[in-house]
């Protein structure tokens, strides 16, 4: 299978412990996105890279939030000092870019539960 | 104001009927707008893009652009129960943000036989 893959699938840890969720992309596909979705809302961006560049973070993400893509392949967010607000699915995608503005491929997702 | 808003139903039509899908979007410089389908449980699946103002058809599937009144829309002609799912708007804003895709809310479509 060629497809996206996140890894852990589910994470359910404690109020204050630190987090951190890997993707790989689509292995052609240079851009990569993470967004966050919580039950009835749609998926709320995060941020996204052109290979290894992050091109833009979402204003609403504090800084416990941080995420690399070290070599333009995969990619991991961190979340530090968890609170119960952050439990969500943290969904990441990607995409060839430019040649397909919009046409994202997304992964299963990671559920995330905060105790 | 949201930037991309839809109604979050839920949307109940029979089996053969058409579903209508309707979105608005507050930035004037978006270019370019999609139709994701994510089933209960699994992460979105592109179904639709649209790039100029008009319709485009794929099946049974319409999308409809109207950049002077910020609207998309999407109709699914001969519904069926497999078409029961979260319609997710999205839009590409344009200028400094050229890339990256807000979502709406999503509406929930129930397509009963």
């Known amino acids: 299978d060629t497809g996206v893959s996140q890894d852990p699938r589910h994470k359910i840890t404690k109020r204050g412990q630190n987090v951190t969720f890997r993707c790989d992309p689509i292995?052609?596909?240079?851009?990569l996105y993470w967004y966050r979705q919580t039950l009835g809302q749609g998926p709320e961006f995060l941020t996204y890279?052109?290979?290894?560049?992050?091109?833009?973070k979402s204003r609403l993400l504090s800084d416990r939030f941080s995420a690399e893509r070290p070599k333009g392949s995969f990619s991991t967010l961190e979340i530090q000092r968890t609170e119960q607000g952050d439990s969500a699915m943290y969904l990441c995608?990607?995409?060839?870019?430019?040649?397909?503005?919009?046409?994202?491929?997304f992964g299963e997702g990671s559920r995330l539960t905060v105790l | 104001q949201k930037e991309v808003e839809q109604n979050s139903g839920p949307l109940s039509v029979p089996e053969g009927a058409i579903a209508s899908l309707n979105c608005t979007y507050s930035?004037?410089?978006?270019?370019?707008f999609f139709w994701y389908r994510q089933y209960s449980g699994k992460s979105p699946e592109l179904i639709m893009s649209?790039?100029?103002?008009g319709d485009k058809e794929d099946g049974r599937f319409t999308a409809q652009l109207n950049k002077a009144s910020q609207y998309v829309s999407l109709l699914i002609r001969d519904s069926q129960p497999s078409d029961s799912a979260t319609y997710l708007c999205?839009?590409?804003?344009?200028?400094?943000?050229?890339?990256?895709?807000?979502f709406g809310q999503g509406t929930i479509l129930t397509v009963h036989p």
């Open positions: 649209i790039y100029s103002n």
């Open positions: 930035d004037r410089g978006s270019q370019s």
């Open positions: 292995s052609e596909h240079n851009r």
């Open positions: 890279f052109q290979n290894e560049a992050q091109l833009e």
């Open positions: 999205a839009v590409n804003a344009g200028g400094t943000s050229y890339g990256k895709l807000t």
């Open positions: 995608a990607s995409s060839l870019g430019l040649a397909r503005i919009g046409e994202l491929f």
